[in-house]
């Protein structure tokens, strides 16, 4: 387990004075480097960059005057800040680890379609994968960039779903002791999105891991028990584990051999 606190690491987000972020963003700004994503991160914060001219002269007609109130700070940094929109919602959709719902549906297709789950093992097609026919796309090059830096410090994780040789499927995110910050998933094959969260759930949770953090309500994260928290219950729960990195099992495995004693239907 790997442990940054300061002074070996510098976090820029120290001395922000955020905002409330009730119906707006946090803060907007900034700039998208490895340190400025994990501090974002370990705040239970999460940003949403734009590259499209159009999205950012919208995002300014409708912050801009929240700006001006004071409600909403401004990060540093180069270029538009309305192109950069960070936030942390109110309420936080999450799967509390050894409650997932795995449905018998895909505990059946788990078991014949023959998949395989894997660690790390194909950084730049996961993050291809969640890229593709996204838009507006928020993966931006710069985020990437990011994303890699601290996937080189084990930060980010990625799962992937293999059929024989291809890639069917599979996730990313930020991988903390006391939560999975799951930031995007995506599927060739029905199912695969979702047995991806199933096989992070079950290797993770003999660490410790207490939530996977699904940020807002989406059906499929629903539907595997994905559930609405108050923002202090959540970041209590972060605030345990944010500055030490999750342990998970890390090993090549058959998706149909998931021990998964938890909740099923």
Not at 135 to 149: F, G, H, K, S, Y
Not at 200 to 226: C, F, K
Request: hydrophobic fraction near 40%; proline fraction near 6%.
């Amino acid at each position: 387990m790997t442990v940054l606190t300061a002074p070996s690491f510098t976090d820029p987000w120290t001395d922000v004075e955020l905002g409330t972020c009730l119906g707006v963003p946090l803060a907007i700004g900034g700039e998208l480097t490895p340190e400025t994503l994990l501090g974002a991160y370990r705040r239970g914060i999460f940003c949403q960059p734009r590259s499209d001219r159009d999205i950012i002269a919208r995002n300014e007609a409708t912050y801009a005057p929240d700006v001006r109130a004071g409600h909403i700070p401004v990060l540093p940094g180069p270029g538009n800040p309305y192109a950069t929109l960070w936030w942390s919602p109110a309420s936080r959709y999450a799967i509390p680890v050894r409650e997932i719902r795995v449905s018998r549906s895909l505990r059946r297709q788990m078991r014949e379609a023959g998949w395989t789950s894997t660690v790390n093992a194909d950084f730049d097609a996961v993050i291809a994968g969640c890229r593709t026919d996204r838009e507006p796309r928020w993966i931006t090059d710069e985020l990437v960039e990011a994303l890699r830096a601290l996937h080189t410090e084990g930060w980010i994780r990625t799962v992937e779903i293999w059929h024989g040789e291809t890639l069917v499927g599979g996730l990313y995110g930020c991988a903390m002791s006391s939560v999975f910050t799951m930031d995007s998933a995506f599927h060739t094959m029905s199912g695969a999105a979702k047995t991806a969260i199933a096989d992070l759930a079950d290797r993770v949770a003999p660490s410790g891991v207490e939530l996977l953090d699904a940020q807002v309500r989406t059906e499929y994260t629903v539907q595997m028990g994905s559930r609405a928290f108050p923002r202090d219950t959540y970041l209590d729960c972060l605030r345990r584990g944010a500055y030490e990195q999750g342990d998970m099992a890390m090993e090549r495995r058959p998706a149909h051999l998931l021990g998964l004693p938890r909740r099923s239907r």
